[in-house]
Nanobody, 119 residues
Framework: QVQLVESGGGLVQPGGSLRLSCAASGFTFSSYAMSWYRQTPGKERELVAAITSSGGRTNRPDSVKDRFTISRDNAKNTVYLQMNSLKPEDTAVYYC????????????WGQGTQVTVSS
């Protein structure tokens, strides 16, 4: 069965760094674009970063530009999110998502990992 398992979350002080990992199984990882989203209670889920199936292109909103970097290792079926210069407003549950780039369009979600940025 399809599984996306996030890890690496935790408590970090402002200005610190965390590296999130998402281990995938049950599907052809190298054929899927991967992305990271985050969600705080009462807010809609927000895109953090995305990467194409080959890893050739990435996308990041301005809120995390120059601080977060998404990468993937198709040989290990794993996608990463390197988060630097963390701010309290980065506190959220972070989810990874897999999505096909061609029809039929299929998407999978992980269960999430908590990131808390606080002094």
């Amino acid at each position: 069965q399809v599984q996306l398992v996030e890890s690496g979350g935790g408590l970090v002080q402002p200005g610190g760094s965390l590296r999130l990992s998402c281990a995938a199984s049950g599907f052809t990882f190298s054929s899927y674009a991967m992305s990271w989203y985050r969600q705080t209670p009462g807010k809609e889920r927000e895109l953090v970063a995305a990467i194409t199936s080959s890893g050739g292109r990435t996308n990041r909103p301005d809120s995390v530009k120059d601080r977060f970097t998404i990468s993937r290792d198709n040989a290990k079926n794993t996608v990463y999110l390197q988060m630097n210069s963390l701010k309290p407003e980065d506190t959220a549950v972070y989810y990874c998502k897999a999505a096909t780039e061609r029809w039929p369009l299929i998407g999978y979600w992980g269960q999430g990992t908590q990131v808390t940025v606080s002094s």
